[in-house]
Structures are given as C-alpha cells and as structure tokens.
C-alpha cells in the first residue's frame, strides 16, 4: 500500500479494524482499486477511491451504480467521504476479473452470446433510468462466475428531458462511435454500438489496442515527426476514427458462427441511409431488440470454440474440428477414438461454410 497517497494508506488503517488482507490492483482508472476481505464474513470486496473537487457531481458514480437494480450491474455496499477531495465506495469483488481476461481465455459461441445478452440487460436498466453509458468496453465489465456485471459508471450521463443524446465522452476512441466524432454527440445507440464491438470479440473477433496498428504508411511518417504528446493521443484517435475501428479487422471467426449481419447491424460505422448503414436497420434501435435478435442466434448457433486456431464443436456424440490450411480454407476432421481424421463426405472450404455444414 506504499505506492498510494497517505490519506488513503490512513483511510486503509481505520478499515483495517473491518477488513484484512489489502491489495492494491493496478486496473483502477481515475483513482486507485483496493481489494480486502471482511473479517466477519470473509466476503471479497473492492474499494474504489476516487478524487475530485468539491461539487455537484463530484460523487455521480457511486450514486448512479447504487441507483440501478439490476443482476449485471456491479452493486454498491457502502459508500464514504475522505475528505474534500477523496472518498471512496466498496462492491463486492469479482474473482473472474474483467471481459478481457474472458475474452483472451476464448469463451465458446453460446457462452459468449450469454454474456452478450447480461450486457444487453445491464445496458437495459441504465437506460431506463434515462442514462447513456458512453463506455461499455472490456476492462468496464467484470464477470462474477459468469455472469457479467457493468462496473464503471465514470461516464455514465443523464438525459435531459426530451433530449435523445448527451456530449459524446472523449474516451476510448477504439469504442466511440464514428458519428460521435462528427457530432460531438452520443446516444442510445452509440451503447449498441459498444455492445456490438465488445460481442464481436467475444466472439472471436480480433480488435488490436495498438493504435499505431490503424496507421497507414503516410500515418506512420506523420506520427515520427510528432513531438507534442497531446497531438501525439490527437492523431492516434483521428487514424482511428478514419478507418472507424474496421479498415484492419479480420472478418472471418466464430463471430460468423452466430449470425455476423447482426452484428454488422449492431456496429455500422457510417450513419447515413447507404445499405446496411445503421439508419437502415433501425429495428435494432434500443437494446432490446439486439437482445432478442441474439436470444434468436443462441438458438441457430452450435457451441463452437477456438482452441488456439482450430475451430473446435464438442457435442455427447462427437467431436469436430477445423484446422486452418494455406489459402484462407479449414479441413473438416473428427475425432475416431484419440485420432482425428478427414470427414470424407465434405470438402475443405470457409469457416463459414464448414460451420453451417458439421454443425
């Protein structure tokens, strides 16, 4: 507990009375994330502190997080002032830690549209409450021995009455939707939007953090000649924000397993009216319609898993794989006893093609 300031290395002394076993966590953002266990009960908890000066908002998380009632909303035990400037809140802890360590284990198909759709209902309650998240990405969501619950309300804002969006957050520009660039702003669907990205990995879908990885060979000169380190963030997010996160993605993955034009839906990055633009498909304009066009996928979909780049389907009966092989095809085997062998009566092809096919 060294590396925290003294005021919060006082305020983990006078709870030291109430709890042991402190740790201090790197992955907190704006503050510092402490955990403990109850001496009495032995629960697992998280303490959040936080700073900010004294006014309005200064305490909006806390109170927002202890605000929603929900089974995939992180829930608040206490909350308490430090000082002027310090307090902190405490949630229960979440072994599993967070969507990104489930998200590089490779969950299967169905066990990521679950999670999928405990972010829809988490998302669902926030917005009947009249609130736009704005940040619902990986490291926001903590999974509680499955269950996923969102945890960071910091950018969570109400709407005015008879507004539809809010200023758009200048966080996390790989998850920004590319209107809010444009617009400054942000609503609804620029959460279904998050939603659909963060699906998108969990099934399978590679997002690279390195924003250097959005770069083209003149971006890349550009960037050296930078010395200015906020011109430096600036020009990361506008490469960004031109290739709108999908000019180097990889479309073929288990994402294709469960219904890739939903989530192309989900995430159209242009809002114009042009084919498959999100204005042409507004029937998924509120979260539950993207939960219940995934509820329909979950129905269609074998329970496919990566296991490194092997596509691997395990049912009572049998099990399946498909190896990846030079030119983009996937050879269909199946396990005969310990050895796989060819599946004779299908020949080589796409993922997509093999997964409709032995699934």
């Known amino acids: 507990m060294e590396d925290l300031p003294e005021e919060l290395q006082a305020a983990i002394a006078e709870l030291e009375r109430d709890y042991e076993q402190f740790e201090s966590h790197p992955g907190g953002a704006n503050g510092y994330l402490v ?3 109850n001496r009495i009960s032995g629960a697992d908890v998280a303490i959040k502190f936080y700073y900010g000066p004294p006014g309005e908002g200064r305490h909006d998380e806390p109170r927002l997080l202890a605000s929603i009632q929900s089974p995939n909303v992180l829930r608040i035990i206490d909350a308490r002032n430090l000082s002027k400037e310090w307090a902190f809140f405490l949630t229960p802890r979440c072994e599993d830690g967070d969507l990104e360590e489930l998200i590089a284990a490779g969950p299967s198909a169905i066990q990521a549209i679950d999670v999928a759709l405990g ?4 998302a669902s309650a926030i917005h009947a409450h009249g609130l736009i998240h704005r940040d619902l990405k990986p490291p926001n969501i903590v999974c509680d021995r499955g269950t996923p619950l969102i945890a960071d309300f910091g950018s969570v804002r109400q709407l005015a009455e008879g507004e539809t969006d809010v200023p758009a957050s200048g966080h996390s520009a790989l998850y920004r ?3 809010s660039f444009q617009t400054g702003r942000y609503g609804v669907l620029g959460d279904i939007y998050q939603i659909g990205l963060v699906t998108y990995q969990l099934l399978g879908g590679a997002l690279s ?5 959005y770069f083209s060979k003149s971006d890349h000169k550009k960037y050296a000649e930078i010395t200015d380190d906020f ?3 600036k020009f990361q997010d506008d490469a960004i924000h031109r290739l709108g996160a999908w000019g180097r993605r990889q479309t073929d993955g288990l994402q294709q397993f469960a219904a890739m034009g939903t989530l192309q839906r989900q995430e159209s990055p242009t809002p114009n009216d042009t084919p498959g633009s999100r204005k042409a498909t507004r029937q998924l304009g509120n979260i539950a319609d993207v939960a219940a066009t995934l509820t329909r996928v979950r129905g269609d979909t074998s329970d496919w898993k990566w296991v490194g780049d092997i596509a691997r389907l395990e049912t009572n009966d049998r099990v399946i794989e498909l190896r990846p092989k030079r030119g983009g095809n996937y050879e269909p085997l199946q396990a005969k006893g310990e050895v796989f062998r060819r599946i004779p009566s299908i ?7 093999l997964v409709s096919r032995v699934g």
């Open 119 to 122: 972010i829809c209902n988490g």
């Open 347 to 353: 020949p080589d092809g796409s993922l997509k093609e």
């Open 35 to 37: 955990f403990a266990k």
């Open 177 to 179: 939707p590319p209107e």
């Open 231 to 233: 011109d430096r963030s």
């Open 209 to 213: 953090y390195d924003p250097l990885a």
